[in-house]
């Protein structure tokens, strides 16, 4: 039997090695704070509050849609509706890229990871591929839409665009990543009919009371957010939670929380360095391709939203980044928060290395495709 120190040290060792990109940002920004001190309103800056509040508020309000019961219950009702693994996987692959269209791509993460998770608890779906799938198809629609992720909302207010002008210019290349994402769904699911295993069926009630306070809270968060003001309302969200239902609060994925602070921090100052701003300066973005792999190759480093900042002032076309910094959203997990939000949620053992096996190839096919359905529209 082991003693108690070296419990508690094998329990932080295996706390450690799970939330390794907690750590590894964490020591970047460290290490970056300690050999290029900056300004406090640097690291203000760099850690992008505004987003962090944002992301907090939609804990909190999923955590009680969850509590409430209603996840489980639609998870049980879209199942009894559905026969094949393929159908329910498109479904669900079709239902997260509309919402991120319109809800931005983490609120329908948010949405239909948990759903998908509830689902694969009482039936045969694959949840770790699904959450795979789900991070591509999140990154698919939210392309098309100004307001679907937040390098589209930065690039679309920076140019000006109007609204319909901006989805217009996007759409060939949304088009092109959609249909690969639902072959690629087709492909990957097995040809099975639903195994409902009636015995996994959740049987607690659903409150409604909870449900409806919950979705309503969710669509003040998303309306707060898109108004400016993500801070007050996720201060307004934790006020009540904090009064009558602390053990909510507990239940919330801090350490989430933590990790996108870390990435913010340590990516943040590293686009910042001098030589960063001096290799960029030696290159010619004037040339849409330069521009185009420059776009893809800063996300797969920093992820697409320090990549948009990164290189805002620097392109002279704002389309021409948005779809660079779009597809630079597949491959490697950090090329988009989404990927590492849907990873998150859906909780499935592997599922880092199971993202890298799929989404890798699928930006190595996707890059050539998408740059000529761009190009081929644009010209």
Known sequence: MLNEPTHTR??????????????????????????????????RRWLQLPTLAGLLGLLVTIQGIRDSGLVQHA?????????????LGLLLVGMTALLSMVLTNDVSLFLVVPLTVAIGGMSNLPVARMAVLEALAVNAGSTLSPIGNPQNLLLWQ????????????????AAVMFAMVAALTWLWLPRDRIALSA????????SNAQAL?????????????EH??????????????ALLDRRLLARIDWLLLAT?????????????????SHALGRLDFGQPLTLYLAGIAASQLISNVPATVLLLDRAPDAIALAVAVNVGGFGLAIGSLANLIALRLA????????????????????APLAYLAWRWTAA
């Open 10 to 43: 094998l329990r932080w060792r295996a706390r450690l090695q799970a939330e390794w990109l907690l750590v590894l940002f964490a020591l970047l920004a460290i290490a970056l704070a300690l050999f290029d001190p900056q300004p406090l309103a640097s690291y």
């Open 75 to 87: 998870a049980g009702a879209l199942v009894a509706r559905m026969h094949s693994l393929r159908g």
């Open 158 to 173: 920076h140019a000006q665009l109007p609204f319909l002008h901006f989805a217009a210019a996007m759409l060939p290349v």
């Open 199 to 206: 015995d996994r069926i959740d049987g607690h009630a659903v």
């Open 213 to 225: 306070l919950s979705t309503l809270a969710l669509v003040a968060m998303v309306l707060m957010m």
């Open 228 to 241: 400016g003001h993500a801070l007050l309302g996720a201060g307004l969200l934790l006020l009540p939670f």
């Open 260 to 276: 996108f602070a870390a990435i913010f921090l340590g990516l943040g100052h590293l686009a910042e360095l001098p030589w960063v």
């Open 347 to 366: 909780r499935q053992p592997h599922g880092l290395r199971l993202l890298h096996r799929v989404s890798i190839p699928f930006l190595l096919a996707c």
